[in-house]
């Protein structure tokens, strides 16, 4: 973790290396999670002992557009062999945006005892790392869930109305052509339902691969990532920031460097973002 604390984050110590994670497939202590937009992933190979969080099942609630309640966090938590004293260090594909996002909703549960491994699943294969298919087998854990709380780490469209009405910290992860309205969906994906292109207005347009490294995935030093929000883009850690992509996923990665490796007191990830803002009726939006 030395190379990760001298990049300069206010909490270091939820990033953590390639190095450190192999040192720690083997501790009790610790449960390394798998979770990737390509849900078949993880049975081609995966870090040895690693489970497998399924976003779309594991995560949400599949019926309501939600996440799942205390209980199925502790079903969960209880499959995975995971108690409140387990260290989950998450690591996925896409450069960490499932990690980051699942992460995020650990969060909401308050499971602090919570890490992300830099560079994810591609800087892991790009040194030859182990890989297994073997799937392990954990006892089940008892864990008790405190009641999901949302309001510290997500916000909701009502949030969003009153944040643009204090013109508050907005900050739009997407990719230009998402944010300019001339792309209704990510470059290479299909359009998934929103009926109108744009941002929300005051929004600044900071897409999140703009703070990671190209050649591994790693997280860029917080000197550059200070340079990239704050003095490029004017952003404050001091004041209330709000985050959103499209449906949340890439906004919990730079929620994510925002919050944990430039300290901003108070950021939220909106987690409807533009499937629910591009189709809601008579909201402002710009182009």
């Not at 040192?23 to 849900?39: A, F, G, Y």
């Not at 294969?125 to 008892?142: G, H, I």
């Not at 009502?158 to 998402?178: A, T, Y």
């Not at 941002?199 to 591994?216: L, V």
Request: a negative charge.
């Amino acid at each position: 973790m030395t190379e990760i604390a001298e990049r300069g984050y206010v909490h270091a110590e939820v990033l953590v290396s390639t190095d450190w994670v192999e040192q720690h497939l083997q501790d009790p202590k610790v449960r390394v999670i798998e979770s990737n937009e390509d849900t078949l992933l993880y049975a081609s190979g995966h870090l040895p002992g690693a489970v497998h969080v399924d976003w779309t099942s594991d995560l949400n609630d599949q019926l309501r557009r939600d996440y799942i309640t205390a209980e199925g966090f502790e079903k969960l938590m209880s499959r995975i062999g995971a108690t409140k004293d387990t260290t989950v260090v998450f690591y996925g594909d896409k450069n960490n945006w499932w990690a980051c996002y699942a992460f995020w909703v650990f969060q909401l549960f308050g499971h602090t005892n919570a890490r992300v491994m830099d560079g994810g699943r591609v800087k892991w294969q790009k040194e030859l790392r182990p890989l297994t298919r073997d799937v392990p087998q954990y006892a089940p854990s008892q864990y008790k869930a405190q009641a999901r709380g949302d309001a510290a780490h997500r916000a909701f469209r009502d949030d969003v109305m009153r944040h643009l009405d204090k013109k508050g910290q907005l900050v739009d992860v997407r990719s230009p052509e998402e944010y300019a309205g001339t792309r209704m969906h990510m470059p290479d994906y299909p359009n998934e339902g929103a009926l109108r292109g744009g941002h929300i207005p005051g929004a600044k347009s900071i897409p999140w691969a703009r703070a990671i490294n190209a050649e591994d995935g790693t997280f860029k030093s917080a000197a550059e990532l200070k340079a990239l929000y704050c003095t490029d883009n004017g952003l404050s850690p001091e004041k209330e920031t709000i985050a959103y992509c499209r449906i949340g996923e890439r906004s919990s990665h730079s929620w994510f460097a925002l919050k944990y490796l430039l300290g901003f007191q108070n950021v939220r990830n909106y987690d409807g973002s533009w499937t629910e803002w591009g189709n809601m009726v008579n909201v402002p939006i710009e182009k």
